[in-house]
């Protein structure tokens, strides 16, 4: 079985591709539009350059290798949703090429990162065919894999280390990506267009998947066509076309001139999963929780940074998961480092989170409870040693320090707690 | 001769008070004649008087580039070019009339062909017809025009006017209706070289909305060198041919260096041209789908195949042979052979015509032909008809600037001569032409405007 994706991703620019328009989603149809990106005559395009260096950034981390000059074709089709009825892309000369992505089990080849503009979108209301231009000329890029996915689980662990790579530039594509299908279990290969967020995109190849086995079982081959993902029905259908190979008549785009890329200062952004795999390897982290907890969380990550080494990663770990509980894992760390500060078996509550952000002692009044019980436990523990305490304020100080130590609490607040206990009397 | 040209001219007389109330009157009535207008305002503003080729866009004025599908187009926008010259106080005054799109060599391809003011029988050339007419019309005035394999000088020689094509991206296209993007230029037309390098300052130099409009400096690296490339003059009628040579016996009279070299390349360049301006104009030519401006089919319960085709019904003959050649040579399966040989070819010929223009101007007759009578062209078989831009097409497929100046007239009509020099050295032209000028008086046979 052979899976290839082509994955179209809008990139979070303020403005469009080729003109000054804003991305932003509005409720009126057809707002943020201008002669550029409905495609009036005597319009130009010219390139968004932040653009072009959030796509460069994507190619980095994917991996490519990138182009220092690029440039742009225009494939030309029919559709009403392309004001100019050719898009401009890119080819040969494609930002990104030859990267990987590596999952669990193997390595999946990218073959091109290409920037593009998005169509506008077509709405089907009432019999009526309707179009809206604001997202006409949005920027996209296209990630384009060779056929290295062999199972429904690879393209699962592929999209889940793809989303999550994405995530680290600033784009979520859990539910807005793009993709067509490529999956092929005989000799012909079978596209599926089309078909919109990582669910949906899994949904299709199972069923395409079935699909093709069950025509190979009864001693056939799937022929060679392009499908389409019913969203509804849970089912891929025939697009029903005259097969042929697709023919775009490319040529440059000239109204672009090669650009040169070598300028555009990068995000060298993370993998987040080789992040988990190096974080837990130098500090005892578990590497499959860690990479959980940070995949599509940025301000997770970034906690966990900034202790790692100093605590114990168990609480660390248990104090992130608990503050993403409260959805407060966008703290300071100043504040994480108060919060760490209560131990790994305590359950975090709201005052403490509320403390620990206006920077107050969150010790005396939360964690008494937890101190006392912890003390009463050494107690039973160490019955001999509280008898010589008795006598002996060294013994006593000695007795406060292993405590504090052992359950990462505050030496002091320990000391009076142990006080008001009478506990040394 | 003016020694000044006509914008100091025009600027140092006293006008009457309703000067360009009748200047429009007169336009008017003579564009029922002569067809150089596709549009007329109804009220003029003051100042030097220009016009505007029919595939410039003018704000809120109908641009149809002479084509039926672009009826109706209101552009929301003024060009660059158009832009820049309103806010120096030119005065707006009309669309001139062209072929459908830039795709003709006698302004034929349209719906009333301009006539040429030196016999109406006979064609303005193209196609920027309307262009070269209304400046052989009108006394005071510049045309902004354009051009994609000649259609600035060629019409410029057929009517005895100055044309110059400047190098590709001097000028900023942003407003233009695109034929061939890497090939189309915005230029000028006027009746003295002068004016057309006092607009010109005007309209050069980078724009923001046109990415392949750049601000290099504008040379004037003059050369007392001509040469003559024997391809350019080989197949010209005799008439010309004759006539051209007692062109270079002046200009050696006056000091010139004359030269003879043989370019073989020229000979691949029509079909070069052809090749990469029609694979361009067929996907330019995409966008006229008949429902967001211009002509639009009404009926919405066609789907939209057949809606489509109905639309682009309205494409002229030759629009619609230049979509169909032009889709040919971009298809997968010839792209190699055709496209990007093309491509290959166009960077070979830059390569050798550069190695003769770094120090000397290369000088031929503009058109191989006098104006043909309009009954005449319309016999021509299209090869026929593309191969009549054969020495218009090197300078112009390769971005270099050069001028058609008029230089003699036979029979009564003016032939022109094309002189051509480095990218950027624009200016050196005008020094060109301008010393030819100062030995030379231009024949107009009409003064509308005149004081």
Redesign the interface.
Known sequence: MKIGLEVHVALPTRTKLFCACSTEETEEPNENVCPTCMGFPGSKPVLNREAVRIAKSIAFVLGCKIREKISFVRKVYFYPDLPKNFQISQLDASIGYDGEVSIKTKKIRIRRVQIEEDPAKILREKGMTLLDFNRSGVPLVEIVTEPDITSEQELRMFMHELRSILYYQGVDIDREVKADLNISLGKERVEVKNVTGIKNLIDAARYEIDRQKRIIDQGREPIKETRFYDEDEKITKSAREKEADEEYGYIYETDLTDYDTSGLVIDRGIIPSKEAKELSEKYGFDEQVLDELISLDRDAYRLIVSAAGRYDPQIIVSVVEQLKKFGEQSISEAAFEALLGVGKEVSLTREMIDKAKKGESIETSVNKENIEEKVRKYMQDNKALFEKARKDTKVQNFIIGEISRKYRFNPKQVSEIIKNMNLFK | MEEEGYIADFNGIEKPGDYFHRLRDEIQNYNEKFHAFNFIPEKLEEGFPFSVKDN??VKGVE?T?SSRI?SG?L???D?TVVRRVKEKGFSFIGKTNMDEFGFGSFGINTDISARNPFDEDRVAGGSSSGAAVATALIKYHIAIAESTGGSISNPASFCGVVGFTPTYGAVS??????YA??LDKIGLMARSVKDIEFVFDIMKGKD?????SVDRKIENKKSRKITVIDEMISGVDEDIRKSFDSLLGKLEAQGYKISHTSLKEIGISGPVYYIISM??A??NL????GF???LKVED?SLD??TF?TNARDAFGEEAKRRIILG?FV???SV?ARY?QKA?SLRALLIRKMREILKDSYILSPTMPIKAPKIKDVEKLTPVQNYMLDILTIPPNLCGFPHISFPYDYIDGLPIGAQVITDHFNDKALFSFVEDWENNFTYKFKYNLGEI
């Not at chain 2, 296209?173 to 695109?178: N, V």
């Not at chain 2, 923001?208 to 392949?212: A, Y």
Request: charged share 20%; hydrophobic share 35%.
């Open positions: 410039i866009c641009t580039a672009l187009y552009p929301p926008f060009a296209r942003y407003g233009l209706i695109d993007n890497s923001e909305h046109d990415s392949t694979a361009e067929s996907t995409a966008k006229f789908s967001k401006y211009g919405f939209y195949n489509f889709t971009r298809a997968a792209r496209y491509l």
